[in-house]
């Protein structure tokens, strides 16, 4: 597609790869990765795919300086029908022959146009350090590249936001997590090293100042999506994928790896993702938490192909979560599917699911799992499930499954040890954030609409409780295609 897009230069329009509301999270590792120049919109209630009947995503047009789609790209599976879709682009776009617009933020049945200029914000991450204070960090992306930004609630006052990444670097999609009293530890995706590849960086912030930048793991590809944590033990683990090169100019395909740090070196890579399994099986955006054994959780979205009844794994529906236990020095743990399960092979393929994004949290003798899932009857829920040492993987619970479409789930426990899922959903109209906390029966509340807007939408919600039980929420707040990170002090009854 960026073969396109450099063909169509001198045209005088403009490129757009859409996707599905849904996958805001996903979108800027694909346009990092493919080195995409096109805007990458949110098509939130799947209307522009569904109306160019495309077969994957994203869906890519092509729209002139008045903000009309001037072509398409059609949907080809075969190499040999790329010539007979690029001549209908040109015949499509013979006639355009104005000014090209700077950008745009939102499309329809047209496009509106919007400076490059502005600030972008998007995936925010939040933790408690050992002190009380909390942590925020996010992605702003300005004039074709991102940095880092940091703020601290401290005493019921946020900072201002400055800056962390400093480079003329692009730099985003980070992760935090806590290390002892007062220090945070921060991992993101960066193309500083001079291979101009997307690696995975890591800080540590000991409470006054920030360490200098330091390369957790070097790629022949671009690695995506790293998040972090710290075990019993000390040691600072992370995950992340890597995309996988299947050959000169081109990677597909996806895998998960970890490393951890002792404190004095970094462990060899492991592969999370399956290595019996062909390379054509996708997986991608990692979750990591550690319980209190010492075990490191593991869980990924696994775009499963089944071949036969013979399959090793347990049958899932289309795209399904797996997890796998990690320790310093040992063996991961054989992968384990996470929520749905079908019967058979045969069933999976009949009543496909797509489950992705997941969250994963320890807490006592437990480790839950929530991601978002498309059910089979095209349902969409923010899905809960967790692992009981002593039972077992329990019966998967399906939240907010009255909304529409559902993204973005968070798992959080406040200071008396009460278990929350946040996630974002889109309603009538817009994206609002609802909560579900877990009662005492082990039961699951009714969700509960904590923010909402007539004029925005809010996606991508994080969270943390303060030293006073109180709620402090994170959101990325969208309003005609400019997005904030905005915080919001919750009152819960």
Request: overall charge neutral.
């Amino acid at each position: 597609m960026a073969e396109l897009e450099r063909k169509y230069a001198e045209k005088p329009v403009s490129f757009f790869h859409v996707f599905p509301g849904e996958n805001a999270i996903q979108v800027l590792d694909y346009k990092k990765h493919y080195r995409s120049g096109a805007e990458h919109l949110l098509d939130p209630t799947y209307s522009v795919g569904w109306a160019y009947k495309a077969g994957s995503w994203p869906t890519t047009v092509i729209v002139d300086p008045q903000g009309n789609i001037a072509g398409r790209w059609l949907g080809v599976t075969d190499i040999s029908n790329w010539s007979e879709a690029i001549k209908t682009l040109d015949n499509e776009l013979a006639g355009v022959k104005t000014v090209k617009p700077k950008g745009t933020y939102c499309i329809g049945n047209k496009c509106i146009v919007r400076s490059k200029k502005d600030a972008f914000d998007s995936q925010p991450t939040m933790v408690v350090a050992g002190d009380g204070r909390i942590h925020l960090v996010f992605t702003r992306e300005q004039n074709g590249s991102g940095n880092l930004y940091w703020q601290v609630l401290e005493k019921g006052k946020w900072s201002d936001p400055c800056r962390v990444t400093r480079s003329a670097a692009d730099d985003y999609s980070p992760h935090i997590c806590p290390d002892g009293e007062k220090a945070i530890r921060l991992v993101w995706c960066s193309d500083r090293d001079s291979s101009g590849k997307y690696d995975v960086w890591t800080k540590r912030f000991d409470g006054e100042t920030w360490s200098a930048a330091q390369q957790v793991v070097k790629t022949d590809d671009d690695a995506a999506r790293p998040r972090c944590v710290m075990d019993t033990a000390g040691n600072f683990w992370v995950t992340y994928y890597r995309w996988i090169l299947w050959g000169p100019r081109r990677s597909r395909d996806r895998e998960i790896f970890a490393r951890y740090h002792d404190g004095k070196a970094w462990s060899p890579e492991i592969q999370v993702s399956p290595q019996d399994e062909p390379s054509y099986e996708d997986h991608a955006d990692p979750a990591i938490a550690a319980d209190r054994s010492g075990n490191v959780w593991i869980a990924w979205a696994w775009d499963t192909h089944p071949r036969a009844e013979s399959w090793k794994y347990q049958p899932a529906f289309g795209s399904a979560i797996f997890t796998r236990q990690l320790r310093a020095g040992m063996v991961p743990s054989k992968p384990q599917l996470v929520g749905m399960r079908a019967k058979s092979i045969k069933a999976a393929r009949e009543n496909v699911n797509w489950a992705f994004l997941p969250e994963v949290y320890c807490l006592k003798n437990r480790t839950y799992f929530a991601f978002n899932s498309h059910l089979p009857g095209g349902e969409h829920s923010s899905t809960v499930t967790c692992f009981d040492s002593s039972k077992g993987f329990v019966t998967p619970i399906l939240l907010g499954s009255n909304e529409d479409f559902i993204c973005s789930p968070r798992l959080i426990a406040d200071n008396e040890g009460r278990l929350f899922n946040i996630w974002s959903a889109r309603g009538s109209d817009k994206y609002a954030v609802y909560l579900a906390g877990m009662e005492v029966s082990g039961n699951w509340s009714m969700e509960r609409k904590i923010l909402a807007g007539t004029n925005a939408d809010f996606r991508s919600a994080v969270a943390a409780f303060d030293a006073d039980n109180t709620l402090w929420l994170a959101v990325v707040r969208t309003v005609l295609g400019k997005s904030t990170v905005e915080t919001r002090k919750i009152t819960l009854p």
